[in-house]
């Protein structure tokens, strides 16, 4: 008998012979070059597509699965994806790390090195992208049936640079060299409305009918990235939208001499999808604003139609088969429009349309904040969205008559729950068409959800308790432990197995070796390699030497002030005054690190970034400090910036005012890394404080319903001032110039919030936060027990896995269940083709 070997596709083998294939074959017939003329992006590129061809094998067949076992899809539509970079994530999802990192060794090229040739996607700014992503891994991880719908932003929100201590934006060109991980669907491109006016008409049946006459059309081009499960063969699909013209020139304005005008169209659609988030504070940007959220929207909502429809000729079975989830108010106005897409498009008849939405759609509400519950005015509705205004209206209508049947004596009821706020100026109220319009609304952490029904919607939680339920957020192990910290997820591997990967419960076996010396040294060792690699990035891109020996005291998020910067530098300025009182003092060397980005139009975060810069400028080169403080600014903070932050962290501050934060997943990620928490009673901290225990975790401040009672009677910062003679010195130095010599009155404005206002109690917890970071200090001198006090903290954060998360809202809000997908060989000479 003559023996059979059998040869690996080149496409889909995993083999370190048939990857090295892979790579030479990408390389030659994709890049177009040969090791002559390859730059080291062409061999990222090369990689890169390698990759891509097993995620794309596994894509088609978990596609084909869904639609031959017409599976319940959750579609997550969110105006933000910070997705990171995807192709070492994508390794480790498929179980090919150590091959490639082989056959690349074996080709003479370093996978570290073509790592960092990868730009991050500019698809998010802050948590609130963030957490779609890890939902996103969580969802093919947990072989959930789900697509997630964005915009494909040309532009990220910007790039960040620190001139002279001042942020400064630039353009974040992402896509600049394009992108592998993407494939154009031009196929799927669909139409988009705008302006115009609507007509009225009766159909042949005798029906109402409405026509949008739209003033402008714009095309929707979905592009598609694979988005793998942790070691299945589960790959789900990321489908974002850009925008561009239904006629991109006009060749007879052109030919007239108009050149401009020609392509007057183009710059209008293309415009949608050129930049995440648009300065909203001209009547401009928060045009271009809700452009963008209907854009993206509509697309979606009609390309889930068009998948729907592939299966089913009605839509009776339409919230059976789709579950819709809006993150947060960005994508609200899909109510409206499924409406639209229904009566007007599909002929379906109101009631039954509206049991429809209201069946199909759920709403996260992400904060607290009042102001930033997205309203739009009446007027820009009516411009660009005619049609969707008539919708609101009656939907407002048929629902304020539920309002008054159940409260038949309460008219400013009524004006509280309306769609629409009445006042100066009309406008229509995002959150409360959210509300109304979906089957649950969910806040995202304990504490949130409980003020949610209390106080943000509690005319609507009295109306509908049933619909409110919390989900608190949680971050994927995957890229926040596994991949971002190595040396530590190798440590717990090597002790309690791999489990933990996809259920971190399991971490709390680490337990058992709390005590043991030589499981704490090696924890230790690992941090104190983790420090020095950031380190190592602040000589590089801050010319600033810092002691990986220092406690890092670490607060990287998005610069706003309820999130509380602010208070971190009034500590920095009071250890400063001490040194300066008392040069010999000893004091714990400590690097206080910050990073994140301030909004273009955000006048008071902007002068906080330029007062860290101030600070630190300062105290880095005064010589009676040394090596005992040091400040840093990491500009352009990011998710790459995170994967190296979180896991060097010795002190998380999560600091924000109680009763502000909804929930924050970078205390999670700091406290999944070892990082002790110094924190408010706020969000998620406080679950993550009862998961890890009291006695792990830095507690101090006013509680949210303190915080209100001292509102109400009447707070008043100088009180504080007066009676705390640090706190004194420390506002006197930034009034009187003392940062900023050359301009003394620079910081006035932040002067004058503190002590005119103080609408975020930075006065109030001052000494609370001071004296709480003097036992910070004390604590970490005692490596021993700080180490206890770290491994507790790893071992007891598994609620905080977004695997968690996304079974409860499976279970609970999307009533959807896990399908595996069976892979099966892949066969160049039949693939796509059918055979006659």
Not at 11 to 25: C, P, Y
Not at 308 to 329: C, E, G, M, S
Not at 504 to 511: A, G, K, T, V
Not at 688 to 716: C, D, H, S, W
Request: glycine share 6%.
């Amino acid at each position: 008998m003559t023996g059979h070997m059998h040869v690996e596709d080149d496409r889909t083998g995993m083999e370190v012979g048939t990857l090295k294939r892979a790579l030479a074959d990408n390389l030659y017939c994709i890049q177009g070059k040969d090791e002559y003329f390859a730059t080291a992006y062409d061999y990222y590129m090369a990689l890169a597509y390698t990759v891509r061809d097993r995620l794309t094998h596994r894509r088609i067949k978990t596609a084909q699965t869904y639609f031959e076992r017409d599976a319940k899809m959750v579609y997550y539509l969110s105006a933000e994806f910070l997705i990171g970079r995807l192709l070492i994530n994508n390794l480790i999802n498929l179980g090919m790390y150590d091959q490639m990192r082989q056959a690349l060794k074996e080709s003479g090229l370093n996978l570290d090195d073509l790592l960092e040739r990868e730009e991050e996607p500019g698809l998010g700014n802050g948590g609130l992208g963030r957490l779609a992503a890890c939902f996103l891994d969580s969802m093919a991880t947990l072989e959930i049936p789900a697509m997630g719908y964005g915009i494909r932003y040309e532009f990220g929100i910007f790039r960040q640079l620190i001139a002279n201590g001042w942020q400064h934006e630039c353009p974040d060109n992402w896509l600049r060299f394009g992108n592998p991980w993407e494939i154009a669907r031009p196929d799927y491109i669909v139409e988009v409305k705008f302006g115009g006016h609507t007509e009225a008409f009766t159909d042949d049946e005798g029906n109402y009918r409405v026509h949008w006459m739209a003033r402008n059309t714009v095309y929707g081009t979905p592009y598609d990235t694979p988005v793998p499960g942790y070691r299945n063969n589960t790959v789900n699909t990321l489908r974002l939208w850009s925008a561009r013209a239904g006629e991109d020139f006009n060749f007879q304005v052109f030919d007239a001499g108009d050149y401009t005008q020609a392509v007057a169209d183009k710059t209008f659609s293309e415009n949608i999808s050129k930049v995440l988030y648009p300065n909203d504070n001209t009547p401009q940007g928060k045009e271009l604003r809700l452009k963008q959220e209907y854009f993206f929207v509509s697309c979606s909502l009609q390309d889930i139609i068009r998948l729907y429809l592939r299966k089913h000729d009605n839509f009776d079975a339409f919230p059976d088969k789709v579950a819709i989830q809006l993150n947060d108010t960005h994508p609200a106005i899909g109510v409206a429009e499924l409406m639209r897409l229904l009566i007007d498009e599909h002929g379906v008849e109101w009631n039954y349309a509206w049991d429809i939405t209201r069946r199909t759609f759920a709403y996260t509400n992400h904060t607290l904040l009042a102001e930033a519950l997205e309203k739009w005015s009446v007027n820009l509705f009516r411009k660009l969205l005619p049609r969707h205004l008539e919708i609101i209206y009656e939907i407002n209508y048929k629902f304020l008559d539920e309002v008054r049947s159940k409260y038949p004596d309460e008219p400013e009821r009524l004006a509280r729950m309306s769609l629409i706020q009445e006042g100066h100026e009309q406008m229509v109220r995002m959150a409360h068409l959210a509300c109304v319009g979906s089957h649950t609304v969910n806040g995202v952490a304990a504490l949130h959800t409980e003020l949610v029904k209390q106080e943000l919607m509690h005319d609507f939680y009295e109306m509908f308790p049933e619909k409110f339920q919390n989900k608190t957020n949680g971050i994927t192990p995957r890229r926040w432990l596994l991949m971002s910290n190595p040396a530590l997820s190798s440590l717990i591997t090597e002790k309690i197995g791999d489990s933990w990967i996809t259920n971190l419960d399991d971490l709390r076996r680490l337990e058992e070796f709390v005590h043991h010396a030589d499981f704490q040294q090696r924890w230790r060792d690992i941090k104190q390699f983790n420090k020095q690699r950031l380190a190592d990035h602040i000589l590089r891109n801050n010319g600033i030497e810092v002691s990986p020996h220092s406690l890092f005291d670490v607060q990287i998020k998005r610069i706003h002030e309820y999130k509380r910067q602010l208070l971190n530098v009034l500590h920095v300025i009071t250890l400063y005054h001490r040194m300066k009182a008392n040069p010999g003092m000893d004091m714990l060397p400590r690097t206080v690190i910050f990073g994140g980005k301030a909004a273009p139009g955000y006048f008071m975060a902007k002068m906080v970034v330029k007062l860290i810069n101030s600070v630190a400028d300062m105290v880095n080169h005064d010589p009676d400090v040394g090596d005992r403080l040091k400040v840093i600014f990491l500009a352009n903070y990011g998710v790459a910036l995170g994967e190296i932050s979180y896991p060097a962290a010795d002190l998380s501050e999560q600091i924000s005012t109680a009763g502000k934060e909804a929930s924050g997943t970078g205390n999670m990620k700091f406290a999944l890394n070892g990082a002790l928490t110094i924190g408010t009673l706020d969000g998620a901290n406080v679950e993550i404080r009862e998961e890890v225990g009291a006695e792990n975790f830095f507690l101090f401040g006013l509680t949210a319903p303190e915080v209100l009672e001292m509102k109400a009677k009447g707070y008043n910062p100088q009180h504080f001032y007066q009676g705390d003679e640090e706190l004194r010195q420390v506002v006197d130095s930034i009034r009187s110039g003392y940062f900023s010599p050359k301009e003394p009155d620079l910081f006035r404005a932040i002067v004058d919030a503190l002590m005119h206002g103080d609408e975020y109690m930075l006065m109030a917890d001052y000494r609370a936060y001071v004296d709480c970071q003097d036992r910070v200090s004390q604590a970490y001198r005692n490596q021993d027990e700080w180490t206890r006090m770290s491994i507790l903290n790893v071992a007891r954060m598994g609620k905080f896995s977004s695997d968690r998360t996304i079974r409860e809202y499976c279970n609970d809000i999307w009533h959807v269940q896990p399908m595996s997908v069976t892979l099966g060989e892949y066969r160049s000479e039949t693939a796509g083709l059918r055979r006659i």
